[in-house]
């Protein structure tokens, strides 16, 4: 039962554009939600994270976007440049970042 | 600046033989957490501390053990491996809203 999901396994953007990362989640008691981005052979990085009061948090290019309603939330990257290349996971918790419940990961791929 | 410490890398082990994997941290955190990550699985919670001498089951805990004697230490051991816990194994050390991560340790079980 796989209550936080991430149902593109990869995307591809052209370097500049926009790229669109989805989440969607089942477990409506989530109320912290955060983006980590992983290179190979390292550790997961903390990117931006959004609280459930709000709907939007912008920091620099990543901007995360909440819909409660849908159980959906969206991390923009705008303009993708090539070091943006990696696998993005969505995660959730109940209470700030305990027991972080993963999605499967998305690769993004930023080509020149 | 060492942040969270995982210790091995790699690591090749037999069926049925035993190790542990140490995570450190120097943050002076009281939460820690072990997960292992798996092909289209994303990373799932094997066990969690949230202070000295206490632990907790997460998500996958069958097949191992954890132990958390002093505050800067999480310890994973796996008391008879199985080809099923090849896996990457993450170490990550918590506070309030931020979740620090080790560079990972690779255990693969022949």
């Known amino acids: 039962d796989q209550q936080v999901k991430q149902n593109s396994p990869s995307l591809s953007v052209q370097e500049g554009r926009i790229s669109i990362l989805n989440c969607d989640y089942t477990?409506?008691?989530?109320?912290?939600f955060l983006w980590y981005k992983k290179y190979p052979a390292e550790g997961p990085t903390f990117l931006i994270s959004i609280s459930s009061i709000k709907d939007k948090n912008e920091d620099g290019r990543f901007t995360v976007f909440l819909n409660k309603s849908a159980k959906h939330l969206s991390l923009h990257i705008v303009p993708s440049q090539p070091g943006d290349s990696a696998v993005y996971f969505c995660?959730?918790?109940?209470?700030?970042?305990?027991?972080?419940?993963f999605g499967q990961g998305t690769r993004l791929t930023i080509n020149p | 600046n060492a942040g969270v410490t995982q210790t091995p890398k790699f690591r090749v082990l037999k069926t049925g033989q035993s190790m542990t994997l140490l995570c450190a941290q120097d943050?002076?955190?009281?939460?820690m957490y072990w997960y292992r990550q798996d092909p289209g699985m994303g990373l799932r919670l094997i066990h969690y501390s949230v202070g000295e001498g206490t632990t907790a089951k997460g998500e996958v805990p069958d097949g191992y053990n954890v132990s958390r004697l002093k505050k800067q230490n999480f310890l994973l051991g796996l008391e008879s491996a199985a080809p099923s816990q090849t896996s990457v194994y993450f170490c990550?050390?918590?506070?309030?809203?931020?979740?620090?991560f080790g560079q990972g340790t690779r255990l693969t079980v022949v």
């Open positions: 995660a959730a918790s109940i209470q700030g970042a305990q027991k972080l419940v």
């Open positions: 990550a050390s918590v506070q309030g809203t931020e979740a620090f």
């Open positions: 943050m002076n955190h009281e939460y």
């Open positions: 477990n409506s008691m989530f109320d912290y």
